[in-house]
Each structure stands twice: as C-alpha cells, then as structure tokens.
C-alpha cells in the first residue's frame, strides 16, 4: 500500500503463491459476484492461470482458475495453454475479456464468465511476452514477440499487421494521448514508436539504454512523460512530446536489475519500480521530487 500524502510505502499483508509469477495483471471483474472485485491473474511456468482475491487476508487457494490440463489416460481434455504464461492484460472496457500471452506460441482471449476459451490469435513464431490492449478501441490488442516484431490484431476479425524492432520485444504500451501510437520496448535496449496506420515504418528509434528495457510506462495524465527501467539497473524519464525523445534525468534507483515500471492512475507524476535487489526490491518515485537539481526537468511538464 502507498500514502502519497504521507509518502509512506508498506505491505498490508501478502499472498503466498504455489510457483514464481512471470506476468500478473490486476483486473475488477469477479464471476462470482455481481459486484466489482479486487483480484489479480498471475501467471507461471505453469499454463494454468490463477485468479486470486486480494482482499482475502490469508487465502490459500486462488478465487478461481483459467484452463486445465490435458490426461489422455483419464481422458480429458486440454483447456488453455500448452506450456508457461509470459504475459496478460485485462480489456477494462470489456470487463469479462483476459488477454494471455504464452511460450506456446499463442494469444488466447478468455471469456472470464465462463472461464473459457473466447478465441486464439495466431501467427507468432515464437514466444509472446508483452500485451496491451487499446486505451479506446475494445476489440484491438497490441501483441510482443521474441520473433523481433510487435503486432497489432482486430480481434473481430482475427486479422493482424506487423512491425519488425531491433530485437525480442521485452514490453508494448499504446499512447492513450495519441491513440494511433505505440511504444515498443526491446531486450537489446531500443525503445521504438510506430504508428499504426503506416506498415512496416517505425517514427523514431532510440537507443535508451545499454542492456534490455524490462519495464516502460507513461504518465495516465501528463503527454509525453515516459519512464523506461533497464537490466542496466538504471530509470530514465523521457520527454516524448514532439515526436523527439529527450532524456530529462537518469536514476539508479538501487533496486538491482529493473524489472518493472508502473504509473499510479491518480497521481500523474509517482511511479512504482520494482527490481531484483532482496534488500530493496520496489522504490515509489515522485518525478518531480526525484529531478532536484536535473536541468529542465521540473518545469518540463
């Protein structure tokens, strides 16, 4: 839990997972309730997904879970993916809607009502590592890949187009502020930003970081404010306005490799970055506080 009037960081309790998590995605549709929930879908080296309920203090068992295993021998059947999950987004303007990237191959879209199967992208040729879906078109999903390419799909109709980056795609993220736009973040440091009506054709290409770009996020209210997080261990904040990037600060945060980068959606300027350190593993970062005595940053936006 944060205080951002206190600036105060603490856990409330925790939740005790059966296998290391490779992607979670908080989401507020809840099956089992006519309400809206609290519960986040973790996903593993396992292909089954688990939802857990994260206002249950001490739970044991995940509030439900997407797919199951196949056995010829009992005969039944397999639901879901064929092997670890790597990514998952929740479509917030269709509530029931679960987006699951996987080493298997495949992007499968998940009914939450039913817990079932919607549909299943195809034409990845290797593993699928990042999503994110539209800020404002509920039926189009931004897909990453370590084929080197970001790819945009109609889920409506199934049909995709793709973009070639330098290197396998870490992280993709829409610009809500220019919604025809897209960040592509790859394992070789680049930072890409493609727009989706030109095929093939990239706007610009930077080189952000020394090593690979494991954690991105803008800003939910202020245009152009982009914060990147590397296995360099380091944060940069960028200024994307004009279509000309510009690095404002660059940070050590000491939380070891950066694996993840967030916004908070009611504080434009505050940012959670986790990393690998044991001893301080996550920093919640004002920008504008953090870019004391680096030029041009706290009047920059």
């Avoid at 187009?161 to 025809?180: A, D, Q």
């Avoid at 030109?198 to 020394?210: C, F, I, R, V, Y």
Wanted: hydrophobic share 35%; charged share 20%.
């Amino acid at each position: 839990m944060y205080n951002d009037d206190e600036d105060a960081l603490y856990v409330h309790h925790d939740v005790i997972l059966p296998s290391y998590p490779m992607a979670m995605e908080w989401l507020s549709f809840d099956p089992s309730e006519s309400s809206k929930g609290n519960l986040v879908a973790v996903g593993s080296m396992s292909p089954i997904i688990d939802v857990w309920d994260i206002d249950v203090i001490d739970t044991l068992e995940p509030a439900f879970s997407l797919g199951q295993k196949g056995s010829k021998k009992k005969k039944v059947a397999r639901v879901g993916h064929r092997d670890a999950v790597l990514s998952l987004a929740w479509n917030a303007q269709v509530g029931h809607l679960l987006a699951s990237g996987s080493v298997d191959q495949n992007v499968l879209l998940w009914d939450l009502r039913q817990g079932s199967v919607a549909r299943t992208l195809k034409g990845h040729t290797e593993k699928v590592q990042a999503l994110d879906w539209h800020p404002f078109e509920s039926h189009v999903l931004l897909t990453g890949c370590c084929d080197e390419n970001a790819r945009v799909y109609d889920c409506n109709s199934g049909t995709c187009k793709s973009w070639k980056v330098n290197g396998e795609v870490e992280k993709v993220l829409w610009n809500r502020f220019n919604p025809y736009q897209f960040l592509v973040a790859t394992e070789q440091g680049y930072v890409h930003m493609v727009d989706a009506r030109q095929d093939g054709k990239h706007l610009w290409t930077l080189s952000a970081h020394s090593e690979g770009i494991n954690g991105i996020s803008m800003s939910s209210q202020c245009p152009g404010l982009l914060l990147t997080g590397s296995s360099d261990k380091t944060v940069k904040v960028w200024d994307l306005q004009n279509n000309q990037p510009s690095c404002l600060m660059e940070k050590d945060l000491k939380v070891g490799m950066v694996h993840a980068v967030d916004n908070c959606p009611d504080a434009p300027f505050v940012f959670a970055v986790g990393g690998d350190n044991p001893s301080h593993n996550m920093h919640v970062m004002d920008v504008r506080e953090s870019s004391a005595g680096t030029s041009g940053c706290p009047n920059k936006f």
